[in-house]
C-alpha cells in the first residue's frame, strides 16, 4: 500500500466503519496500513488533523447546490436528505464529529452555501444559523436510527400491561413506524416548523 494522506484517510473511516470511535487511534491506523507509527507523521499532524481530514471526506460528498437554484426550505429538504446518506454510511463518526470543534475549510464552505442561501430565503443570519442546526441535529440523529438494528424496537420485548405500544409495534404498523417513516415525518414536520416561524417571527 503506497502510503499517502488520502490513503491514510480512507483506512481510517474504514477503522471506524469496522470498530467504532474508540478504535481511532495513530497505532491503530499505522498497524492497519503496516507501517510505524512515526511515518504517519510524515503525512499527518496527529489524531485531530486525521479527525478533520475524515470531516472533511465526508462532508466532500453532501450537495449542496439546491440553494444556488430552489427556494430555501426546498434546497434545505435536498441538503438534509444528502446529509443524512453521507453520515448514514458512516455512522461510527456521528458522535465523534458532532462532539469535536470544527477546523475544517471544507465543512465552513458547505455551511457558507446553506447560510447563504437561507439570508437570501429571508432568514435573519443568526436565526439562518440556528435553523441550519436545527436541521443538521435532527439529521445526525436519524442517521443513527436508520441504521439501527431493524428489531430496534420490538413488541415481542414488551411486558404484558404496555397495550398502546404494543399496538403501536404491531406487524401492521410496520411501515408507518418504521425508522425511515419516522425520517420522513420528522422532515416534514421540521420545515413546517421552520417555514412558520419564518412567517411569524417572534417579537
Do not use: K
Not at 446553506?114 to 443570519?125: F, K
Not at 439501527?148 to 401492521?172: V, Y
Not at 422532515?187 to 416548523?193: E, F, K, M, P, S
Amino acid at each position: 500500500m503506497h502510503l499517502s494522506r488520502p490513503a491514510l484517510v480512507a483506512a481510517a473511516l474504514e477503522l471506524l466503519d469496522e470498530q467504532g470511535e474508540d478504535a481511532l487511534s495513530m497505532r491503530n491506523l499505522a498497524a492497519r496500513v503496516d507501517r510505524r507509527v512515526s511515518s504517519l507523521y510524515n503525512h499527518v499532524s496527529g489524531r485531530p488533523q486525521l479527525v478533520e481530514l475524515i470531516r472533511a471526506e465526508i462532508v466532500a460528498s453532501i450537495d449542496t447546490s439546491a440553494f444556488a437554484a430552489v427556494p430555501w426550505d426546498a434546497a434545505l429538504e435536498r441538503w438534509a436528505r444528502s446529509y443524512a446518506a453521507a453520515f448514514g454510511a458512516h455512522p461510527a463518526c456521528i458522535r465523534l464529529l458532532a462532539t469535536t470543534p470544527i477546523r475544517d475549510e471544507t465543512t465552513y464552505r458547505m455551511y457558507e452555501q446553506v447560510v447563504d442561501g437561507l439570508v437570501r430565503g429571508g432568514w435573519p443570519p443568526g436565526e439562518a444559523v440556528a435553523a441550519m442546526r436545527t436541521v443538521e441535529a435532527f439529521v445526525l440523529g436519524a442517521a443513527l436510527d436508520l441504521v439501527a438494528p431493524p428489531d430496534l424496537l420490538t413488541a415481542d420485548a414488551l411486558p404484558a400491561d404496555l397495550p398502546a405500544i404494543r399496538r403501536a409495534l404491531a406487524p401492521g404498523n410496520a411501515a408507518a413506524s418504521s425508522a425511515a417513516a419516522a425520517f420522513e415525518l420528522g422532515l416534514t414536520a421540521l420545515l413546517a416548523g421552520l417555514r412558520d416561524r419564518l412567517r411569524r417571527p417572534e417579537s
